[in-house]
């Protein structure tokens, strides 16, 4: 994902850039002491020399005649001392430093506009959201933290502005808060019925890997192969998973198998090791079968060790008499290789009846999941 979701950027800038085109000054003598001064719709109360230097500004604002613009800024600055004036100026500057694509002065335009309460609420949002943009791209996470927070409570349903803040909290070492910044902003954009970008289900799950946060990491590694089925987001959706529940025994044994069915099962490490839980789990044969694919991949080399070990230990499980297989850990457990049995025999509908057992299970704890994960892949 970005540094900051371009969307709710682009939006926020295309909002700045509309009331700033908005700002050819429309004045008239309201009496000897102020004037009358119209902006971008609102209506100002200027002293006759403010007036006369911000329409020198004005005029000038959209040229790109730097040197007169630099000039007509000073002088304005020089005589802008009424709140309205400041506010006139602030206006024309950040439509200069928008031109010019000078973010400072973008910045020190928009701490103004953003404190003044003259600037109308539909237009703040939209400030926010690019001063924030400005202090996010040269570091100053505390102030885009600040900006973007104020953003969110102004727009608390708006995906783009929750995804934003959740950047900063990531660069601020708060796992916890992007993790629940981010879950918001995939659930606003599904509200909305709008697409939730690819990156945030992924960064989600990299959030919950990054703090260890177990339940929203479960939960972000269903949601990414449910949205978007790849080969590689199931296979970083199930590496995360095995490491956040810290599968092991019966229940690794069933995820490698998960696993491997899907195709993402990718180091001779990962096969080396699913043979020997297989082994040690009753199962000889069909570490037999993993060892041989290992080395149809060519990732496995049965003249070197450990997988020469392996090779052996295996031949003398296959060899033994009395095999016995423990019994599957819980209900879940039972329904999950139950339907992998049904599968690994053509009988998918009977599968899928199965891991739905398993996947309802409200006990089931991981084997609900894997029930989950199981009819996610048939599914698709």
Known sequence: MKACSRAYLAAGAMLLVSASFGISPVASAHDKVSTVMEVGGTKLAVSPQELRALSALGNLARGTQSARQDRALADARRVANSRDARFALALYELEIGNRRGDD?????????????PLTRPERLAGHLAVRGQIAYRVGDFDTAAALWGRLVELTPNDPDALANLAQVRLTQKDTAGAMDLLTRAIAARTALGQPVPEDWYRQRLSIAQQGHLVEPGVDAARALVAAYSTPENWRIALVVYRQLVAAEGALEVDLFRLTRHVGVLRQAAEYQRMAQLLKEAGEPREAKAVLAE???????????SPTREIIAEVERAIGRPGIVRPAPPSAAGAAVRLGFTRLNAGQRSEAEAAFRVAADDQAGGPYADLGFFWLTWLGQ
């Open 104 to 116: 400072a002065m973008r910045a020190a335009a928009l701490d103004k506009l953003i404190a003044s």
């Open 294 to 304: 290992g080395k149809q991949r060519e990732l496995l080399d049965s003249t070197t």
